[in-house]
């Protein structure tokens, strides 16, 4: 079983210690709804606690293997780009996962897109509420949600 399969299966069963052991220490999840990554296994762990909630009906598609340049050194990585489908706040999100490995095996680099706006929007929210429900991030000034 590859480190791909492993990390569809946690994720399928909603197992956040199986996807901490499958993440390198300094992993780096970049969102479509924030500028920055998030950085760190526990910050990144807590992002997935988050989403495994929030995501309704979230099912994997398709994937693609290969490799691909890492945003954070350049470096060229084994790579798999997971092909996703779900709900969020009742829009219908189509997205991918850009993976990337480390040598040993391990999630270094998560890159997550979605469409349409109107989901990114719906998830940047859900996401943001959940953050602040769980003490990852502090409560947005003036009530805006997922900037």
């Known amino acids: 079983m590859t480190a ?12 956040l210690a199986a996807l901490e052991a499958l993440f390198t220490e300094d992993v780096r999840l970049y969102s479509p709804v ?40 350049g470096s060229v990585a084994p790579s798999e780009v997971l092909l996703f489908r779900a709900t969020v706040g009742g829009k219908a999100i189509h997205g991918i996962d850009l993976v ?10 998560f890159t997550v897109m979605v469409r349409p706006q109107s989901a990114v929007h719906a998830l940047g929210e859900a996401v943001l509420a ?18």
Do not use: N
Request: hydrophobic share 40%; net charge negative.
């Open 100 to 109: 990337h490995f480390a040598e040993d095996g391990r999630i270094k680099e």
């Open 4 to 15: 791909a399969d492993r990390f569809r299966a946690a994720v399928d069963s909603r197992d």
């Open 34 to 73: 924030k500028f920055t990554p998030f950085e760190g296994r526990p910050m990144v762990l807590g992002l997935f606690g988050v989403l495994l909630r929030t995501f309704e009906d979230f099912r994997y598609v398709g994937r693609y293997t290969g490799s691909a340049e890492t945003s954070a050194d």
């Open 130 to 147: 959940g953050l602040v429900a769980d003490g990852l991030a502090p409560a947005p000034a003036g009530g805006s949600a997922g900037r």
